[in-house]
């Protein structure tokens, strides 16, 4: 994971607690609700890519004859279409 996406990563947990917090609250409307619900959703499904692209690179370095090498990762393939 690159240092951004690390950074990233760490800062939409952060959001995705906060959400978790005001959802279990139960101080906000409905419509509040939903929104929030929405909103952590979607971090959620951003965190599962960052997961699953660094385990592939994980893989990858694990893969390789036995040996511990990392291969060049294509990132075009973990980009959202």
Known sequence: MKET???LFEEDLKKLQKIVEELSSGKITLGESLKKYEEGVKIAQSCSMT???AQR???LLMKKDGKISLEKFDDADTEEK
């Open 51 to 53: 997961l699953a692209e």
């Open 5 to 7: 996406q690390s950074a």
């Open 57 to 59: 690179k994980v893989e």
